[in-house]
């Protein structure tokens, strides 16, 4: 039998104290006031004090109401009918469709144990030449989106939900506008992507530990999915948000402040949600694609930092572009050389001759003569951004590479790529 505790001994911002016994760390309690009663979290023991963030925030609450602990931690529903279905940071509906609560596990659990994990080895297409022939998504696979605010980040992972070659997509969206929620569950269910997809979304105007709840919330599932053998993508926005609600939570429980006053255990926080990318032996796959938005354009800022730490590469977003210099897929190498003979050397070549492109635009800029050699890398650079980079290109792997192909012979000799004999025999276009 629960305890009911009618003293509530501090109230700030929406963090209230009370002195309880035999309560465990992020348990949640039911708090009732005149308004009503919210549901409440745990987020700090000290000694018999217990510290509890209230979801609704703490307007109306009064230092004598009811605090009842529920003896359990935030759970999820796991059950089959997710599919389709789209909730709160608090996994109640935001579809105006029932409840689930059959088949209830409990979030945040600890990361796969590694000897249960197989090395990555499968790819997953998603249509975008930039990714699919640059720098290759890898099943289980933890990858972060840097960009900044004002890119279409939300618009490239609804574009990767839609055609990403995996079985179920979870959606965690973390502090978003609402028009972005709108426009994720519409894209989404106007291409059919809507079926195979749970979203979890938080909006700016929803409680802010709701926020910190929506990773674990999606990961949790994700999980239960995995080990039913499906390859599962999880795709989160905004990185950036759930730290900043892990800082004003800090700040309200008076913690000492860190590296640009985020607190002290940002790294183990990231890293314990990403760690949980994995590839089961015997079951699914879990892959995790985030977008990290950097404050200023700083990758030195704390949260990308310890991002790339944790983070298997990264994709940059820029002027509404996959950077081919600034991205990085470190497992690319463990698939690219299985989908066609000539996907590294096709790659390789493009992005030497594309570094030669930028150098040349900097020569021109300063007043250099052009050379005939000059004169097909501007050529062969405005293409390539054109035909290969913009993200409104949508073709396979193969048609990718085929197109490659043919920029190159537009701009350049066979002898001057660079390329092995045999392969250019074989694909050079005719």
Excluded at 47 to 58: C, I
Excluded at 85 to 91: C, D, I, L, T
Excluded at 352 to 359: L, N, Q, S, T
């Amino acid at each position: 039998m629960r305890k009911v505790y009618h003293k509530i001994i501090q109230i700030a911002g929406n963090v209230i104290t009370v002195e309880a016994d035999n309560v465990a760390y992020n348990d949640l309690a039911e708090v009732t006031s005149a308004r009503g009663t919210s549901l409440a979290q745990v987020i700090r023991l000290q000694d018999n004090k217990v510290y509890l963030q209230v979801f609704a925030g703490s307007r109306g609450i009064s230092t004598g109401d009811e605090v009842r602990f529920l003896g359990y931690p935030m759970k999820v529903s796991s059950s089959t009918d997710l599919l389709g279905r789209v909730f709160n940071g608090a996994g109640r509906p935001r579809d105006m469709r029932p409840e689930i609560t059959s088949d209830m596990i409990e979030i945040g659990g600890p990361s796969v144990n590694p000897a249960k994990r197989i090395i990555p080895r499968k790819m997953i297409r998603t249509g975008i030449p930039m990714i699919d022939l640059f720098n290759t998504l890898v099943e289980s696979q933890k990858l972060p989106i840097f960009s900044v605010a004002g890119e279409p980040y939300n618009q490239l992972l609804a574009r990767i939900a839609m055609q990403a070659e995996v079985d179920v997509i979870i959606l965690g969206g973390m502090g978003l506008k609402y028009d972005d929620y709108l426009y994720f569950r519409n894209v989404l269910d106007e291409h059919g992507a809507l079926s195979r997809s749970v979203l979890f979304i938080h909006t700016a105007a929803d409680p802010i530990v709701e926020c910190l709840l929506v990773p674990d919330m999606c990961l949790a599932v994700a999980e239960k999915y995995a080990l039913e053998k499906k390859r599962v993508l999880v795709l989160l926005t905004d990185m950036t948000n759930f730290a900043d609600a892990m800082k004003e939570i800090a700040i309200t429980m008076e913690q000492i402040p860190s590296n640009r006053g985020y607190p002290g255990d940002l790294y183990s926080q990231l890293a314990s949600r990403y760690e949980k990318a994995v590839d089961f032996d015997g079951a699914g796959s879990i892959t995790i694609l985030t977008v990290t938005t950097m404050p200023g354009d700083d990758v030195t800022h704390p949260i990308p930092d310890n991002t790339g730490y944790i983070t298997e590469g990264q994709f940059y977003l820029k002027n509404g572009r996959i950077e081919p210099f600034g991205s990085l897929s470190r497992l690319k190498q463990q698939v690219n050389g299985k989908t066609r003979e000539d996907h590294r050397a096709i790659m390789d070549t493009m992005i030497r001759f594309y570094a030669d492109y930028k150098e040349t635009l900097e020569k021109q800029s300063m007043g250099f003569q052009m050379s005939n050699w000059d004169k097909k890398l501007l050529r062969y650079g405005v293409a390539f951004e054109k035909q290969m980079m913009d993200l409104s290109v949508n073709i396979p792997l193969e048609e990718a590479l085929d197109e490659g192909w043919k920029i190159l012979a537009e701009c350049f000799d066979k002898t001057e790529t660079g390329i092995k004999t045999e392969l250019v025999e074989k694909f050079w276009p005719k």
